[in-house]
C-alpha cells in the first residue's frame, strides 16, 4: 500500500525484508557471525564496516537468521537498503523517521524493534537517529558501512561506548576454501586440489561474486568495477573528489605495487600534485577500504614520520585486475594475503620493521610487539638468506616476540631459533576476532 501522508510506498521497504514478499539469501555462512552472536541481546549498536562488495549485506542476514532463531517475530525486523534507488531523493534523518512511523503502524505496532542499516554513509546524521531510536525506542540496531570513519568520527559523536564494531573482509582463505567445495583433508597439503586453491586465491582474491566465479573475463571485470565504485561512492562523493582521472591512477599505482614502500613525497611528485593532497588522497583511499597503510615501526613520532610507509591492497584481486599477473609477483601477493589475515584479528598496531635486513609484518597487541611475521614465495634450498637474517636481527629488537617465518607452496624448512609455516597453514589459522569500537595502529603522517 502507498501512504499518501508519508509519501512512501510500503512495498518498496517489504523487497528488503523478510515479512515482504520476498525470502533474501543468507547465502554461505560466514566465520565472523560467531563473533557478533554473543551481542544479539547487548545493549550497544553493532557496526560492520568493510569494503564495498565484500559481503556486508549477506553478513548481516544471517545475523537476522540469528536473531529469528532467537523467537524473534519476523515483523519485529525492519532492513533498510540505504542505496535503495527508491529513496535516493529523500535521504536522511526525517525520512527515516517516516518510514518508521510507517512501519510501526501498519507492520509492528509494538515490542522491541530489532532494525538493521544497510550502507549508512548515505545518510548524513544516521548516527543521531539510532541513538533516539535505541535510547528512546528500546531498538537493537544494526548497522553496515563502506566507511572506517564510522570507526572514529560519525561513531565517536554520538555513540561513544554504546556500540561494538566489527570489520568485515573478503572471504579468507578458508571462507574461500567452503565456497569452493574444497575439502582440506584435516589438514594443509593433504588435498591435491591445495595448492591450485591457494594459487587461485591469491590471483584472485575473496570477493564472493569473483570466487564463485569461474570466468577470468567476468572475474576482472567485476574487480575493475568493484574499484570504480569504491573511487566514485566512496570516496569522491563522499569527500567532494572533482579530479577523478588523479585520483584513479594514483589508486591503480598503489593497488599495482602492495606490499611495497612508498612516501606522500614520492606520490605528491609522481602525480604532481601539492604533498597535503596526495596525503588527502591516501586517506581516503584506506577510509574507503581500498588500501590499508603500515607505518615504521618506532616509539618515536619523527622516525615514523621520516621512513616510508608500506601500503596493501586490501585485496590480492584487485591488484591482479589492475596490473598484468606474473611468477615476481607471487612473493608480494603473499605478503599481501598474510597482512590481511593478521588484520582479521584487529591487532592494536601493524608495522614494517628495518634494521640491516627487512621484516614485512611487526604485530603489536596492547603495548606488546607480540609477533615477527617474514614472508617469502621460495622454499626450500631457494629461501634467499636476508630472509633468514633478517628474522635473526629482529630478536635483538624485539626478543619477546614470536618470530615466524611464512612460505609459499609445499614443505617449509626448519629455521633456527624462529618457527617456520607454509603459507596455506597460516592462512587456514583461526584469527577472527570483534573489533574494540576503536580504530588500531598508529597511522603514517
Request: proline share 6%.
Amino acid at each position: 500500500m502507498t501512504d499518501t501522508n508519508y509519501n512512501l510506498n510500503l512495498d518498496l521497504i517489504a523487497r528488503w525484508n523478510r515479512w515482504g514478499s520476498h525470502r533474501l539469501a543468507s547465502g554461505f555462512q560466514r566465520d565472523i557471525v560467531a563473533r557478533i552472536v554473543p551481542f544479539l541481546r547487548t545493549p550497544e549498536v553493532v557496526t560492520l564496516v568493510g569494503p564495498r562488495r565484500a559481503g556486508k549485506t549477506t553478513v548481516l542476514f544471517q545475523v537476522l537468521d540469528a536473531v529469528l532463531a532467537t523467537g524473534v517475530p519476523v515483523q519485529g525486523t525492519l532492513h533498510l537498503n540505504l542505496e535503495e534507488p527508491g529513496f535516493s531523493a529523500e535521504l536522511g534523518p526525517a525520512f527515516l523517521d517516516r518510514i518508521w512511523d510507517l512501519w510501526r503502524r501498519e507492520v509492528f505496532p509494538e515490542g522491541r524493534a530489532w532494525v538493521f542499516l544497510d550502507e549508512v554513509q548515505r545518510l548524513p546524521g544516521w548516527e543521531r537517529w539510532v541513538r533516539t531510536r535505541v535510547e528512546r525506542d528500546g531498538a537493537k540496531v544494526f548497522v553496515t558501512g563502506s566507511s572506517s570513519a564510522l570507526l572514529s568520527r560519525e561513531l565517536g559523536t554520538l555513540l561513544t561506548g554504546r556500540h561494538v564494531s566489527f570489520r568485515v573482509f573478503p572471504l579468507s582463505f578458508g571462507e574461500y576454501l567452503r565456497f569452493r567445495g574444497v575439502p582440506t583433508g584435516g589438514g594443509p597439503g593433504s588435498s591435491p586440489n591445495l595448492e591450485h586453491a591457494l594459487l587461485d586465491y591469491l590471483r584472485w582474491g575473496g570477493f564472493p561474486e569473483v570466487v564463485l566465479s569461474q570466468d577470468p573475463e567476468r572475474r576482472s571485470a567485476l574487480l575493475k568495477q568493484y574499484v570504480d565504485d569504491i573511487l566514485f561512492k566512496d570516496v569522491a562523493l563522499r569527500h567532494g573528489v572533482r579530479d577523478l582521472p588523479t585520483l584513479r591512477h594514483l589508486a591503480i599505482h598503489l593497488l599495482k605495487q602492495t606490499a611495497s614502500l612508498q612516501s606522500h613525497q614520492r606520490l605528491a611528485r609522481a602525480f604532481g600534485v601539492s604533498l597535503d593532497l596526495a596525503r588527502a588522497y591516501v586517506g581516503f583511499l584506506q577510509e574507503a577500504f581500498l588500501i590499508e597503510t603500515m607505518p615504521f615501526m618506532s616509539l618515536k613520532a619523527t622516525e615514523r614520520q621520516r621512513n616510508p610507509w608500506k601500503v596493501h591492497a586490501v585485496d590480492t584481486g584487485l591488484r591482479t585486475a589492475m596490473a598484468l599477473w606474473g611468477s615476481e609477483d607471487l612473493g608480494r601477493g603473499a605478503e599481501t594475503m598474510v597482512h590481511a589475515q593478521v588484520r582479521r584479528s584487529s591487532p592494536d598496531g601493524l608495522f614494517w620493521w628495518k634494521g640491516a635486513g627487512e621484516v614485512d609484518l611487526v604485530v603489536q597487541r596492547g603495548i606488546d610487539i607480540t609477533e615477527v611475521l617474514q614472508v617469502t614465495w621460495s622454499e626450500g634450498a631457494a629461501l634467499p638468506e636476508r630472509e633468514i637474517a633478517a628474522l635473526r636481527e629482529v630478536r635483538r629488537a624485539f626478543p619477546g616476540a614470536r618470530r615466524r617465518l611464512i612460505v609459499g607452496p609445499g614443505a617449509a624448512p626448519q629455521i633456527e631459533g624462529a618457527e617456520s609455516v607454509s603459507l596455506a597453514r597460516f592462512l587456514l589459522e583461526g584469527r577472527d576476532e570483534p573489533e574494540s569500537g576503536r580504530p588500531g595502529g598508529i597511522l603514517p603522517t
